[in-house]
């Protein structure tokens, strides 16, 4: 069974960057590879919110709000999944979530996986 490490949040100015990583353990490459990867934010009160996925072949699919701040990959011979934040607002102060499993639609829906980090707090100050 596959376990995620979020690592990389913080406390960051409006207008800075970070680079969140989820590292994954306890899979072999070749189930790694085979995972749909996504990372989501949650903020106390309020529904986990989705903000990208990437599949199999790299192709990603990211939430219309967050496109051209926001940017997933993923290194497989690592095991690492990235987010890389950009231009980073107040607003985007939450819990950030990495989550993985092999649904039928590679998109970021909650619902959709079952394997999930602990979380890594983003905390962006104006």
């Known amino acids: 069974q596959v376990q995620l490490q979020e690592s990389g949040g913080g406390s960051v100015q409006a207008g800075g960057s970070l680079r969140l990583s989820c590292a994954a353990s306890?899979?072999?490459?070749?189930?790694?590879?085979?995972?749909?990867l996504a990372w989501f934010r949650q903020v106390p009160g309020k529904e986990r919110e989705g903000i990208a996925a990437?599949?199999?072949?790299?192709?990603?699919r990211s939430t219309d709000s967050l496109k051209g701040r926001f940017t997933i990959s993923r290194d497989n011979a690592k095991y690492i999944l990235y987010l890389e934040m950009n231009n980073l607002k107040p607003e985007d102060t939450a819990m950030y979530y990495c989550?993985?499993?092999?649904?039928?639609?590679?998109?970021?829906?909650?619902?959709?996986?079952?394997?999930w980090g602990q979380g890594t707090q983003v905390t962006v100050s104006s």
């Open positions: 306890g899979i072999d490459l070749r189930d790694y590879r085979s995972l749909c």
């Open positions: 989550a993985a499993d092999r649904p039928f639609h590679c998109n970021p829906q909650p619902k959709s996986f079952d394997y």
């Open positions: 990437i599949d199999t072949d790299g192709s990603a």
